[in-house]
């Protein structure tokens, strides 16, 4: 008997429609055929299929052999244990529930200027700016402020510059498929990419190269993954900002979550907003993602515990180790043990905990297999 070649309609049906699918956008970027398509519109952020080739269900390249859509999705059956094996060479133990890693630290940027762009110490924007200027990547697939920045709405984009870089600083909270700026960086003529984005996207150069993918995965040199509990719905701004809260998009200066949605406006003034009353405006492709952590990305980074100025920083892989002591040694950070904040581990493991609960019973069972130890 053949062996089975898993394509688009294998997708559609156990992830796009079963409510596994997040968004990231790897399977639109992966399809050679250009036949695959995006829907960033009324909070669907779905892939679908483009009615010129087959139906929205069938694919007439994947009936003859085409499976590099299933190839490049992170979330396509057992996605987790195949990625922790390629990454790390072995699976992860009981007690790594928010995953593999080789060091935890805390970490800010030494530059007043990038710590003052980013969010919670500018690492991320150090750790891009650092890896350009000392010729490690082309560029990195970001998220902008659509515009003037006055929507937030959060678009992808390229970064080619410690410009670039430093305006795509920041949190947004809605979804942004920074994958989907990988064309145009390719039409640059970029061949080292950097990856920035929440697990779900994290895990997808990761899955794309244990699954031979092609000059995509090979492309894909660095992932910065983001610690993240969900994304919300982009209507939440009118929705429940502006009715109730009377903050329209155009007013705020910058938002923060930290135990609470925290908002400041350009006029000065602040306003929290209890995250139960968010919780209806959860992005659809959250509610089944198991992985806060951004378990397979090079460097895991997030803005938890009780420092607001410091990111609670993983070093997962070799990569991640070398581009991160290339930042001490260059005094483009500093660093302090998380030791310092064990809130924050703490923390992290049990939100990572949480997030591992979400995975559906009728999926495949790899991210459900570690014990969910109560707290």
């Known amino acids: 008997m053949p062996p089975e070649k898993p394509q688009w309609t294998d997708l559609y049906s156990e992830v796009v429609t079963s409510g596994l699918c997040t968004g990231c ?20 952020y779905k892939p679908f299929h483009i009615d010129q080739d087959g139906s929205i269900d069938s694919c007439s390249h994947g009936e003859k052999g085409c499976t590099l859509c299933t190839r490049a999705c992170p979330r396509f059956r057992s996605w987790e244990g195949e990625i922790d094996n390629y990454l790390f060479g072995r699976g992860r133990e009981e007690n790594e529930v928010a995953g593999i890693s080789k060091d935890v630290f805390l970490a800010r940027a030494l530059d007043p200027e990038i710590a003052g762009a980013g969010q919670d110490g500018g690492l991320v924007s150090a750790i891009l700016i650092w890896a350009l200027e000392n010729d490690h990547i082309d560029c990195a697939l ?21 410009n670039d870089i430093l305006a795509s600083a920041g949190s947004r909270y809605t979804y942004s498929a920074n994958t989907l700026a990988y064309p145009k960086a390719i039409a640059a003529g970029a061949e080292r990419i950097a990856l920035v984005g929440m697990g779900c996207q994290a895990s997808a150069p990761p899955v794309m190269s244990t699954r031979k993918a092609g000059k995509i995965a090979r492309r894909f040199v660095l992932t910065i993954g983001l610690l993240c509990s969900k994304t919300f719905d982009d209507s939440i701004f009118e929705e429940l900002f502006e009715a109730k809260y009377h903050i329209k998009r155009q007013d705020i200066a910058k938002m923060n979550i930290k135990g609470v949605f925290q908002i400041w406006k350009k ?26 952590a951004a378990e397979h990305a090079d460097i895991s980074t997030g803005g938890i515990g009780a420092f607001n100025d410091w990111t609670l920083t993983i070093v997962r892989t070799d990569k991640g180790r070398e581009i991160f002591d290339g930042l001490v040694s260059s005094k483009m950070i500093e660093v302090r043990p998380a030791d310092d904040d064990p809130g924050a581990v703490a923390l992290m493991h ?20 570690l014990p969910v130890i109560a707290q």
């Open 25 to 44: 956008a790897s399977c639109v970027i992966a399809c050679p055929y250009d036949v695959l398509d995006y829907n960033a519109k009324d909070g669907i």
């Open 142 to 162: 970001v998220s902008y402020l659509q515009g003037d920045g006055t929507s937030w709405q959060a678009v992808p984009g390229v970064a080619t510059s410690r």
């Open 267 to 292: 006029d000065g003034d602040y306003v929290e907003i209890p995250l139960k009353e968010c919780h209806q405006w959860t992005r659809e492709g959250c509610k089944s993602c198991p992985d806060f």
């Open 350 to 369: 049990k939100l990572a905990r949480v997030s591992r609960k979400r995975w559906p019973d009728f999926a495949d069972n790899g991210p459900r297999r």
